[in-house]
């Protein structure tokens, strides 16, 4: 048996790449359902790429594209939490702030009134 065989054939780098690229926009546009995956193997068949190493593809370019878009789970400015924990928790903090501030100032004015 030769070991010609059991090697992955090498493909032309532009090749892989194209199709990757393919692949990765295929997944910008939402969830790769079997239509899609039957779609992209055909077109990487059409341009000469095994149906498995398409598969593989696919999974690389879906997994860039989660590192790509990593979630951050913390809230921001930018794009707040929306949890009624977070909500709660932010609420009652300002509620706390805003009695310690009535507080100060019914006290400043009981202090100045008793000064004066």
Not at 53 to 70: G, M, N, S, V, Y
């Amino acid at each position: 048996m030769s070991t010609d065989t059991f090697t992955i054939p090498r493909y032309e780098r532009n090749v892989a790449e194209d199709f990757s690229a393919k692949a990765y926009d295929a997944i910008e546009l939402g969830i790769i359902r079997l239509e899609e995956r039957q779609r992209l193997a055909k077109e990487a068949e059409e341009m000469g790429i095994r149906a498995f190493d398409a598969q593989l593809l696919i999974a690389c370019a879906l997994r860039q594209w989660a590192l790509d878009h990593r979630y951050d789970a913390l809230p921001s400015k930018e794009a707040p939490a929306l949890s009624f924990e977070y909500r709660a928790w932010r609420m009652s903090w300002t509620r706390l702030w805003a009695l310690a501030a009535m507080t100060v100032v019914v006290e400043g004015i009981i202090v100045w009134r008793w000064l004066f």
